[in-house]
């Protein structure tokens, strides 16, 4: 007897039927329900700023402010203390070279100075006599030398003479050895006493020696005390304008205390401080400008300070075609340092998109110009005005580079 087959239900054409049409379910009813972080959000146009991505020369710097400061400034400090005593040229004045500014007085000082004067003349005087006495111990053995000399040159031809009569026996043995005694006791004597001279002659140039340097090393101090109490008058060492605090007679001034400075007029440098992190990136030669009533200026960075104060270090620059006219000492100015050559890149215009984006994405608006998408792209170098593309863009595009605060999360941007 045949049995009965019950036919399935779940055969594999009836489940891929089914699955292909759950499939197609579930994808209209995530279009429906999550379409919406896909759809446009409605903004005018007048309220974003649109930037084109254009080609051209990046030039990466960094802004800073500089102060303007004489390029040549002498400083004015106290070499001695005192009060006081007179003002001659008031702060503002234009100096010459020589120009008293102010005159001290210090009786303490004056007095010590009167008495190392009166200390170094009187040892002058002693080494002096100390000469003079050498001098005249060098005449006395020449005076001696000579009066031996004399006697010599008087007691030879009569000795001679009275030797001859002597061996001829007309003069008496007692009366020739008188004579012979007396010549020949000045012959030793002149020898004994000219090598006492030699001697005395070649330690007497040596003392000489040294009084001569004495006497001009006490001179050059006596110069030199004399010259204490011309520190007691400021005057100014160059041409120049005159820096100073206010002063006035009967202050009193320390040793070492600042008076003011003179400075060069007509010179001028350009003093700036800049964070350390630029620190690698600084050299001197590296250009700058700065625009000063519509004129741009050109400067070269000529000297970098070796020390850093509160993350901070300081470089000096010059104008390096002309100097500004009316600028002061003082002024502050906005620079800006370039760093490195430029160089030619796609760019696009800085601005607050950056704030939410960080450069990797941003709106591009489509051909006509009525909406703009959710592009992802990438930046590299940057300045304060354009950023470098490195992808994603072409240049002619045209970007959103406003704030983006007010998108939400929509990728498209429809305007009104």
């Not at 400083?75 to 001695?80: I, K, S, T, W």
Request: proline share 3%.
């Amino acid at each position: 007897m045949d049995k009965k087959i019950k036919k399935k239900y779940w055969t594999l054409k009836r489940i891929v039927s089914y699955s292909g049409g759950s499939l197609m379910i579930l994808t209209i009813l995530y279009f429906l329900l999550f379409g919406g972080s896909n759809t446009s959000v409605e903004i005018d146009r007048d309220k974003v700023t649109v930037s084109e991505v254009r080609t051209g020369i990046f030039q990466e710097y960094i802004p800073q402010t500089g102060t303007v400061e004489p390029k040549y400034t002498f400083y004015l400090d106290a070499v001695e203390g005192g009060v006081i005593k007179k003002v001659h040229k008031e702060s503002g004045s234009i100096l010459k070279p020589g120009d008293v500014i102010l005159e001290l007085s210090n009786l303490n000082r004056e007095l010590n100075v009167l008495s190392q004067e009166a200390s170094l003349n009187e040892s002058i005087n002693r080494v002096r006599q100390t000469r003079l006495s050498l001098e005249q111990n060098d005449l006395q053995q020449l005076q001696t030398l000579a009066e031996i000399d004399n006697q010599i040159q008087k007691l030879e031809p009569q000795y001679n003479r009275n030797k001859q009569l002597f061996e001829k026996k007309l003069i008496s043995k007692q009366e020739f050895e008188q004579i012979e005694a007396d010549y020949f006791y000045n012959l030793k004597r002149r020898d004994i006493t000219y090598r006492s001279y030699k001697k005395d002659s070649l330690s007497r140039k040596r003392q000489l020696v040294q009084l001569n340097q004495s006497e001009q090393r006490m001179s050059q101090s006596l110069d030199g005390v004399g010259k204490i109490l011309d520190n007691l008058v400021v005057k100014s060492p160059i041409e120049g304008q005159l820096s100073a605090p206010n002063l006035f007679e009967g202050q009193s001034i320390s040793p070492g205390e600042r008076l003011g400075q003179v400075d060069v007029v007509g010179t001028y440098k350009i003093k700036s401080r800049i964070d350390e992190l630029y620190l690698p990136k600084i050299d001197t030669g590296l250009k700058a400008t700065t625009t000063i009533n519509g004129e741009v200026y050109e400067l070269k960075i000529t000297y970098i300070y070796p020390t850093i104060t509160e993350g901070r270090f300081e470089v000096d620059l010059e104008f390096t075609n002309k100097i500004p006219e009316g600028i002061k000492r003082g002024q502050t100015l906005r620079l800006r340092i370039e760093l490195g050559d430029s160089t030619d890149e796609t760019l696009i215009n800085s601005g607050a998109f950056y704030n939410k984006t960080g450069g990797n994405w941003i709106y591009v608006l489509n051909e006509d110009g009525t909406k703009a998408t959710k592009r992802n792209i990438s930046l590299g170098r940057e300045n304060s005005e354009a950023y470098v593309v490195i992808s994603g863009l072409e240049p002619g595009e045209k970007v959103i580079t406003s704030s983006y605060d007010n998108f939400g999360n929509n990728d498209i941007i429809k305007f009104k």
